[in-house]
């Protein structure tokens, strides 16, 4: 997993890169939790989820927000994060102008990060929201949310309740076109044991292979 830097809106960011062999291979982008609280693209969740997308033939990056590790500036309250997340994205589709989809999986803070990166880049094709912090940010700016996805949830978390993400999940199906594919992991909290983790990452390969096959078997029918 080679090292990249990349520019970012306030200095240059740091990552790790895996680039598919396939030359039209879809790309996923993954954002780590909070700054300010431990996060890194190192941490567990992220790391596996790196691992997944690459079994799964994905050219994938996932790389540290500002300030974080070798990334430059400095923590901007989730603004200048979206832009930081906008900046990989652009580099990801730089490398990957032929991409076949694009997807984005953020944990907890990188959860709503991503979300607001969704409606920033229409051309997204799915996502992975993990521990979305349903109640510490107002997510009613996915109105409407420009594409289907999976939501995943601890239903002991204990710093975001699982009722307040089931609200959220309720309101994203009732968008027309729109399908969130929910899971809980019963007796997991916020932050994932190494065996939750597992879990979390078969949930997700299992939602990305769904559709991929979906988006194959339509290309086919064509």
Known sequence: ???????G????????????KR???PVALLLHPHPLHGG???NRVVHSLYGRFEAMGFSVLRFNFRGVGKSQ?????GIGEIGDAAAALDFLQMVNPNASMLWVAGYSFGAYVGMQLLMRRP?????????APASHYDFGFLA???????????????????????????????????????RTIPDAGHVFTPTQVDTLAD???DHVLSVLNRSRMALAAD
Do not use: W
């Not at 080679?2 to 520019?7: D, G, L, R, S, T």
């Open 123 to 131: 051309e997204m094709g799915g996502f992975v929201s993990i521990s």
């Open 203 to 205: 949930m997700t390969e």
């Open 144 to 182: 409407p949310c420009p594409c289907s996805g999976m939501i995943v949830h601890g239903e002991t978390d204990e710093l975001v309740p699982v009722s307040s993400v089931g609200k959220l999940v309720d309101k994203l199906n009732t968008q027309k076109g729109v399908t969130i594919d929910y």
């Open 73 to 77: 500036g400095r923590y901007d309250g």
């Open 9 to 20: 809106p306030d200095g240059r960011l740091e990552g790790r890169y895996h680039h598919a």
């Open 40 to 42: 890194t693209m190192n």
């Open 1 to 7: 997993m080679p090292e990249v830097m990349f520019a």
């Open 23 to 25: 030359p039209n291979a």
